[in-house]
Nanobody, 123 residues
Framework: QVQLVDSGGGSVQAGGSLRLSCQAFGDFYNYCMGWFRQAPGKEREGVAVIDSDGSTSYADSVKGRFTISQDNAKNKLYLQMNNLKPEDTAMYYC??????????????????RGQGTQVTVSS
């Protein structure tokens, strides 16, 4: 059984930073992990992924501002978000999958996901 628990969301002003965390329970060897987000009235959007070999990829909208990382010893996934913008406001979800392509455009369809954590950025 795989379980993901997100945390770290909050409210910040534009230009601020937040770090999201995702605690993973289960065996995540060779898994692809990532984050996606969904704003009210909008489609889900893949944000970032990290493969089991440590390679990463990002949505164009967050490149240079967000960094995905993982601590395998702690089974934790992180998303460091800097220079936040109002358009980053959304519910953020961590997600994981075993097998398949570890690409950011697929993260919205990963089989395991957390409960979500809200990020609100004010101008």
């Amino acid at each position: 059984q795989v379980q993901l628990v997100d945390s770290g969301g909050g409210s910040v002003q534009a230009g601020g930073s937040l770090r999201l965390s995702c605690q993973a329970f289960g065996d995540f060897y060779n898994y692809c992990m990532g984050w996606f987000r969904q704003a009210p009235g909008k489609e889900r959007e893949g944000v970032a992924v990290i493969d089991s070999d440590g390679s990463t990829s990002y949505a164009d909208s967050v490149k240079g501002r967000f960094t995905i990382s993982q601590d395998n010893a702690k089974n934790k996934l992180y998303l460091q978000m800097n220079n936040l913008k109002p358009e980053d406001t959304a519910m953020y979800y961590c997600a994981s999958t075993y097998g398949g392509s570890c690409l950011v455009r697929f993260v919205v369809d990963f089989g395991y996901r957390g409960q979500g954590t809200q990020v609100t950025v004010s101008s």
